[in-house]
C-alpha cells in the first residue's frame, strides 16, 4: 500500500488549464503503474490515464490531446496536465496506484491497490 494526496483541483473557465499532482509516500518508481480517475456526480468512477513504468502512458479517448501525464521520481509525485478543459470535464479526480497483484486492465478500477482522497475539478461554461 501506499498513500497518495491529490492537489491542485479547483474552478476554471471552459478552455483552460489546471495541473494535479499526487504525491506518494514511497518511491513512484516502485509501483508497477500511477493513474488518474475521475467521478462525476452521479456516474461511475471512470479511467482518465496511467503512467506504467515499464511501457509508458494511455489515456483514455476522451483526454487523448488534451491531458497529459507524466512522473517525477525524484519527488514521488505525478502530474495530469489537464488542457482545453470542457465542462465534461468537471469531476472529482482521485490518483491511484497499482502496487502489484493481479493484471486486469489500465482502464479497471481493480488494478489499483491504493487510492487518494480526490481533489475536485470544475469547468463553467
Known amino acids: 500500500q501506499v498513500e497518495l494526496v491529490e492537489s491542485g483541483g479547483g474552478l476554471v473557465q471552459t478552455g483552460g488549464s489546471l495541473r494535479l499532482s499526487c504525491a506518494a509516500s514511497?518511491?513512484?518508481?516502485?509501483?508497477?503503474?500511477m493513474g488518474w480517475f475521475r467521478q462525476a456526480p452521479g456516474k461511475e468512477r471512470e479511467f482518465v490515464a496511467t503512467?506504467?513504468?515499464?511501457?509508458?502512458?494511455v489515456y483514455a479517448d476522451s483526454v487523448k490531446g488534451r491531458f497529459t501525464i507524466s512522473g517525477d521520481n525524484a519527488k514521488n509525485t505525478v502530474y495530469l496536465q489537464m488542457n482545453s478543459l470542457k465542462p465534461e470535464d468537471t469531476a472529482v479526480y482521485y490518483c491511484?496506484?497499482?502496487?502489484?497483484?493481479?493484471?486486469?486492465?489500465?482502464?479497471?478500477?481493480?488494478?489499483?491497490?491504493?487510492w487518494g482522497q480526490g481533489t475536485q475539478v470544475t469547468v463553467s461554461s
Open positions: 503512467i506504467r513504468w515499464s511501457s509508458g502512458t
Open positions: 491511484a496506484a497499482d502496487t502489484g497483484g493481479l493484471y486486469y486492465s489500465d482502464y479497471d478500477k481493480r488494478q489499483y491497490e491504493s
Open positions: 514511497r518511491r513512484t518508481f516502485s509501483t508497477r503503474a
